[in-house]
């Protein structure tokens, strides 16, 4: 697995590539700090998140692996690339959609541990009643990224 760190408007962010598809993304530097794709994968992921801070990019089309978390986690961080830009969904309403009704709070948990932040957007579960609580990234990033997308969804609409 091998790191390239990127600056956005939400700090440092991290990706991980395993040569083939995305395996990770932190907020953050991570590893050994380089800032230059070590392949075509990894220049695919900096160049679309680039383009994805600069309002440019709605949906990733890199490819992803995930090779860690319990089945509801992953059916969780599956339902999560299901929201569109700029939408949002409440903790409840994704344990619905994963058949599980009662485990928003193990929505939340399992949004925690979305090793693919942003990419897979767990930024975009919020709770009952629209209220921003929790994000592993600290609710500053959380609303930029929110705000970030409410913009860009609003221009396309109003375009």
């Given at each position: 697995?091998?790191?390239?760190?990127?600056?956005?408007p939400?700090?440092?962010?991290?990706?991980?590539?395993?040569?083939?598809?995305?395996?990770?993304?932190?907020?953050?530097?991570?590893?050994?700090?380089t800032?230059?794709?070590?392949?075509?994968t990894?220049?695919?992921a900096?160049?679309?998140?680039?383009?994805?801070?600069?309002?440019?990019?709605?949906?990733?089309?890199v490819?992803?692996?995930?090779s860690?978390?319990?089945?509801?986690?992953?059916?969780?961080?599956?339902?999560?690339?299901?929201?569109?830009?700029?939408?949002?969904?409440?903790?409840?309403?994704?344990?619905?959609?994963?058949g599980?009704?009662?485990?928003?709070r193990?929505?939340?948990?399992?949004?925690?541990?979305?090793?693919?932040?942003?990419?897979?957007?767990?930024?975009?579960?919020?709770?009952?009643?629209?209220?921003?609580?929790?994000?592993?990234?600290?609710?500053d990033?959380?609303?930029?990224?929110?705000?970030l997308?409410?913009?860009?969804?609003?221009?396309?609409?109003?375009?």
């Amino acid at each position: 697995m091998r790191w390239t760190v990127l600056d956005s408007p939400i700090g440092e962010f991290s990706v991980a590539t395993d040569g083939g598809s995305v395996c990770g993304a932190r907020f953050g530097p991570v590893g050994d700090g380089t800032t230059e794709p070590a392949d075509e994968t990894s220049r695919r992921a900096v160049a679309q998140l680039r383009a994805y801070f600069a309002g440019e990019l709605t949906d990733f089309g890199v490819p992803v692996t995930v090779s860690r978390g319990s089945d509801f986690e992953r059916a969780v961080w599956r339902e999560m690339t299901r929201i569109p830009y700029g939408e949002t969904l409440t903790y409840g309403e994704v344990a619905r959609r994963v058949g599980d009704p009662g485990a928003a709070r193990a929505v939340g948990v399992a949004c925690n541990r979305n090793p693919i932040p942003v990419i897979v957007p767990c930024h975009r579960i919020i709770g009952a009643g629209g209220k921003l609580v929790g994000f592993g990234g600290g609710l500053d990033r959380k609303v930029k990224l929110l705000e970030l997308e409410a913009r860009v969804a609003l221009q396309r609409a109003w375009s």
